[in-house]
């Protein structure tokens, strides 16, 4: 039973998200390349973020977010004091190279602008520090405004330790602890009701 559970997992893992391996490097980094790609490809092979629903990770033993002290795509300062201002922050760990992640970005983008004063959203794309440019022009094309962090060693040894593919999705309290399962894969309909859904439950559980 259990390696069938397992294997469920494994499947979901495959069609909604990717490893976080860069691709050879004949593949265009810029993230509206992926998104064109994937868009015009659609009709010949598998939706890699087909599934109906996101996959939950076995992660949950990790119990907190990492201290760190970083800078955005947009050279701004941000630290996890960000953490402290909101009862909820989603953190969006993404590629510019994975077509799920990219494929959900405009949604959260509107999640975003739609979260009440005490939620918040911000995301860390693993390869920003080679992909600056591309994910500021991609970010303004698609109208979302949430932060993008570049990682810090802190933030990339975290990542290196814990992830293993995107996107995925970490919530966090005012403290920077984890507050419910870490969540792998994308949505494949409706990722802002998803995402929301999510926020829901975690605030069920901070109460």
């Given at each position: 039973?259990?390696?069938?559970?397992?294997?469920?997992?494994?499947?979901?893992?495959?069609?909604?998200?990717?490893?976080?391996?860069?691709?050879?490097?004949?593949?265009?980094?810029?993230?509206?390349?992926?998104?064109?790609?994937?868009?015009?490809?659609?009709?010949?092979?598998?939706?890699?973020?087909?599934?109906?629903?996101?996959?939950?990770?076995?992660?949950?033993?990790?119990?907190?977010?990492?201290?760190?002290?970083?800078k955005t795509v947009?050279?701004?300062?941000?630290?996890?004091?960000?953490?402290?201002?909101?009862?909820?922050?989603?953190?969006?760990?993404w590629a510019t190279?994975?077509?799920?992640?990219?494929?959900?970005?405009?949604?959260?983008?509107?999640?975003?602008?739609?979260?009440?004063?005490?939620?918040?959203?911000?995301?860390?794309?693993?390869?920003?520090?080679?992909?600056?440019?591309?994910?500021?022009k991609f970010m303004?094309?698609?109208?979302?405004?949430?932060?993008?962090?570049?990682?810090?060693?802190?933030?990339?040894?975290?990542?290196?330790?814990?992830?293993?593919?995107?996107?995925?999705?970490?919530?966090?309290?005012?403290?920077?602890?984890?507050?419910?399962?870490?969540?792998?894969?994308?949505?494949?309909?409706?990722?802002?009701?998803?995402?929301?859904?999510?926020?829901?439950?975690?605030?069920?559980?901070?109460?």
């Amino acid at each position: 039973m259990k390696k069938i559970i397992a294997t469920l997992i494994l499947s979901a893992l495959m069609l909604t998200a990717c490893s976080t391996d860069k691709p050879n490097s004949d593949t265009s980094s810029d993230p509206a390349s992926v998104s064109s790609s994937s868009e015009e490809s659609s009709s010949s092979e598998p939706d890699t973020a087909s599934s109906s629903e996101s996959s939950v990770s076995e992660t949950s033993e990790i119990k907190e977010f990492p201290k760190f002290t970083s800078k955005t795509v947009n050279d701004e300062d941000i630290s996890n004091d960000v953490f402290a201002k909101y009862d909820l922050t989603m953190i969006n760990i993404w590629a510019t190279w994975c077509g799920p992640c990219v494929g959900e970005m405009p949604e959260l983008g509107e999640m975003h602008k739609n979260l009440p004063e005490n939620l918040n959203l911000v995301t860390i794309a693993i390869d920003a520090a080679d992909s600056k440019e591309d994910i500021i022009k991609f970010m303004q094309e698609k109208k979302a405004e949430m932060p993008v962090i570049v990682p810090d060693e802190t933030i990339t040894k975290f990542l290196k330790e814990n992830v293993n593919a995107v996107p995925t999705t970490i919530f966090v309290d005012k403290d920077g602890k984890i507050v419910g399962d870490i969540i792998t894969g994308a949505p494949s309909e409706d990722v802002e009701k998803s995402y929301r859904a999510e926020f829901d439950k975690r605030l069920e559980m901070i109460k």
